[in-house]
């Protein structure tokens, strides 16, 4: 069964409270979520015409449509991993794998690790940290007991964003960080997440490898050390206020937030201590939406999957910019004065085109991910700037950016990178940034968004049991080829199976709404009848 949905996208967003209210009712059929569209793209988008308004020839659009066909794409593929997914580890809590085993058998795994490929003198080092969820506290004990007993140390920095993990992980001169979150999902759910001493996230190799090693219990046994070459755990003291000074050195100096009013909303997760506190040391003037995690409520109705509450809030108290960030806070959803939610393609165009003009932008190129519009490709273009094109997942983004010597990138979905100043996606960061852009050209972000208007998108979930089998499927390939044939340069087409949740994920771009969503629906119900059959046996 398939949830399927348009909006603009500008208002990626609009529908997702529908989408978790109907989450249910989708068990037993699917739910069509379509939002009205005026008229053919084409005639209105704005990449089309030229400034008096008058439709551009073919041979303009052509050239464009050219010079598209010859953006790098990245080449990254991953190595064959069962546990480890788009974004780490990620389940239901106390089932599948989401268990204290698998904590302590990942602790155990990466010391083991962090021995054999460092060969230190002294015991390896650890940073641990979570978000505001129930299993956290369970999770990270299982962790810290794994890394120790196999002879490392455990340094333990509580409650921290994401972000801010990595960022203690390479500043405290650790060996490698974990931070326990699932991110955006339910409360119910919960991850792990690993980055090496430099605050990167791993590479599928290292994580395959890590993988083999959890379930090899006799390698791991047999290096077990005893009595006194056991680890110890440590508190990390002040780690938030530590994040905090490191966010507010990223801002440029000389610039203030006076005289700008903020809502923000942490979604009960784990910046509901550093998000506020930079902000309003910065001096804005910031209502805080979600500040009150008790274990259940991260997510719920709330941050990043709920920005319609961010942008209601913006438009009663009259504020300069809305803030929603997701559970651990390595994204956020940016609303503009009007209460209009501002995607990631477009925050990315505006903050690369103002680092372009500094001098700032690293070989005059960044890294979006597959997803992003077409749209962001021509605005770029415009403004002389290459785009690279990764895997969905901020850590191929990431990637891509140090492959290519790039210091700036992101994904449509608001995580953005400034590699300058992080490692990882960081909503806190990248709202800071965008603030800068808004204080240094003297324009509310609805302006200095507009020069990107989205071409529509059509995106379907259809939840399958096994999503990783459909793109060896032949039924499925011959009818992606057959989409791609009929619309040619006029549009795109991304079918992928999700790293974090059991659905696979189908993506529809181009100029005409009508075409598009029948195309869409032939694919998404193609594989919902085929995924749906019995698997063949060797």
């Not at 991110?183 to 997440?193: A, I, Q, R, T, W």
């Amino acid at each position: 069964m398939y949830c399927e949905g348009w909006v603009p996208a500008a208002y990626p967003y609009a529908l997702r409270r529908k989408n978790a209210e109907a989450r249910h009712a989708r068990r037993g059929g699917r739910q069509q979520l379509v939002a009205p569209v005026s008229a053919n793209p084409y005639q209105t988008h704005p990449f089309y015409r030229n400034q008096e308004g008058a439709i551009l020839p073919d041979a303009r659009r052509r050239g464009f449509l050219a010079q598209r066909r010859m953006t790098k794409i990245d080449p990254a593929a991953g190595a064959r991993r069962l546990l480890f997914g788009t974004d780490g580890i990620r389940g239901v809590v106390n089932r599948g794998a989401m268990t204290a085993d698998t904590a302590m058998a990942l602790g155990r795994a990466l010391t083991h690790l962090l021995h054999e490929d460092k060969r230190l003198s002294r015991k390896p080092k650890v940073v641990i940290g979570k978000d505001t969820r129930l299993s956290g506290d369970m999770l990270l004990s299982a962790c810290a007991a794994g890394v120790m007993s196999q002879g490392g140390d455990a340094w333990l920095a509580d409650t921290l964003p994401t972000p801010g993990l990595a960022n203690l992980t390479s500043s405290t001169r650790a060996d490698a960080g974990i931070v326990i979150s699932a991110s955006h999902n339910p409360f119910e759910d919960n991850g792990l997440k690993i980055f090496d001493g430099q605050g990167w996230k791993l590479p599928d190799e290292t994580e395959a490898r890590l993988e083999r090693l959890m379930k090899d219990k006799a390698t791991l046994d047999a290096a077990r050390p005893q009595a006194g070459a056991v680890g110890r755990a440590f508190p990390v003291r002040d780690a938030v206020g530590r994040y905090v000074v490191s966010l507010k050195s990223a801002f440029p100096k000389g610039l203030t937030l006076e005289g700008i009013t903020i809502v923000l909303d942490c979604a009960n997760g784990a910046a509901y201590q550093s998000a506020p506190a930079v902000f309003e040391e910065l001096g804005a003037h910031v209502h805080v939406l979600g500040a009150s995690p008790d274990g259940f409520n991260i997510n719920l109705d709330l941050g990043a999957l709920h920005p319609e509450v961010c942008a209601a809030e913006v438009v009663r108290v009259g504020a300069d910019l809305g803030v929603a960030l997701d559970g651990d806070a390595d994204r956020a959803i940016l609303i503009d004065s009007g209460g209009k939610v501002v995607d990631g393609d477009q925050i990315m165009f505006l903050c690369a085109s103002h680092m372009k003009r500094k001098g700032e932008l690293n070989n005059d190129a960044v890294c979006a991910t597959v997803m992003s519009n077409m749209a962001l490709e021509a605005a770029l273009s415009g403004e002389g700037i290459r785009l690279f094109r990764s895997q969905v997942g901020d850590r191929y983004v990431a990637e891509c950016l140090r492959r290519e010597s790039l210091n700036f990138g992101g994904e449509k979905s608001g995580h953005l990178i400034f590699v300058d100043h992080a490692t990882t996606g960081d909503g806190t960061l990248a709202a800071l940034q965008t603030l800068a852009v808004m204080k240094e050209s003297g324009l509310p972000l609805n302006e200095l968004a507009a020069r990107v208007v989205p071409l529509p998108q059509i995106l379907i979930n259809v939840r399958v049991a096994r999503p990783s089998e459909v793109e060896g499927n032949p039924e499925v390939a011959r009818m992606l080829a057959e989409c791609r044939s009929r619309l040619g340069d006029r549009g795109r087409v991304i079918l992928r199976p999700s790293g974090t949740e059991p659905v696979v994920r189908v993506m529809m771009e181009g100029e005409d709404m009508d075409e598009i969503a029948a195309l869409a629906r032939e694919c998404a119900d193609l594989v919902e009848r085929v995924m749906e059959r019995p698997a063949m046996k060797d």
